[in-house]
């Protein structure tokens, strides 16, 4: 079954940085589009960046456009979120997810969440 | 930018009553982009409906989905207890952006 466990996150000081990531299992991770969405408490839903499968297409949010990174690493099937200069805005947990094949924009597969709480 | 607007903010119900949610787009969405996503407390956003109508796998059938253009609804039919939640409408029709609304909580009465 389809399993995204990620991992990273945690209390960083307004200006720095966290790197997060998104450990797959259960499908051919290399087939898939992958997406990082947050939620900041008690808010909804954004969806921050997306990479497609061979990385030729990224998208970032204006909100974290110069600021994250997404990557990958097909062969570890891992997903990726550089954050810099972060911001107390940025607070909120942080989800990776898979689309529903072939929609990579109906997030089907979710994983738990990991928290990233930016403060002085 | 499409923004999508869901109303109302709150829902009170009560289980076995009929709840129906809205989801209107600032600009016209194709049904194949507009999902529907339920989230309980602590949890875990869940895939409700995709395709605008199409149920995703696990949900059960009191759960439908409807609309075209600006105007999408999710229709619960019978309340279950299980079903109270916020609720968020999820458009990316608007390529390369996708946009969440702002979600719908469903509370019982």
């Known amino acids: 079954q389809v399993q995204l466990v990620e991992s990273g996150g945690g209390l960083v000081k307004p200006g720095g940085s966290l790197r997060l990531s998104c450990a797959a299992s259960g499908f051919t991770f290399s087939d898939y589009y992958m997406t990082w969405i947050r939620q900041a408490p008690g808010k909804g839903l954004e969806l921050v960046s997306y990479?497609?499968?061979?990385?030729?297409?990224?998208y970032y949010a204006d909100s974290v456009k110069g600021r994250f990174t997404i990557s990958r690493d097909n062969s570890k099937k891992s997903l990726y979120l550089q954050m810099n200069s972060l911001r107390a805005e940025d607070t909120a947990v942080y989800y990776c997810a898979r689309g529903l094949d072939p929609r990579w924009y109906v997030f089907a597969y979710w994983g738990q969440g990991t928290l990233v709480t930016v403060s002085s | 930018e499409i923004m999508l607007t869901q109303s109302p903010g709150t829902l009170s119900l009560s289980p076995g009553e009929r709840a129906t949610l809205s989801c209107r787009a600032s600009q016209s969405v194709s049904s194949n982009y507009l999902a529907w996503y339920q989230q309980n407390p602590g949890q875990t956003p869940r895939l409700v409906i995709y395709?605008?109508?199409t149920r995703a796998t696990g949900i059960p059938d009191r759960f439908s989905g409807s609309g075209s253009e600006t105007d999408f609804t999710l229709t619960i039919s019978r309340l279950e207890p299980e079903d109270f939640a916020v609720y968020y409408c999820?458009?990316?029709?608007?390529?390369?952006?996708?946009?969440f609304g702002q979600g719908t909580k469903l509370e019982i009465k």
């Open positions: 395709g605008a109508s």
């Open positions: 999820q458009q990316c029709g608007d390529s390369p952006m996708c946009s």
């Open positions: 990479i497609s499968s061979s990385e030729s297409t990224i």
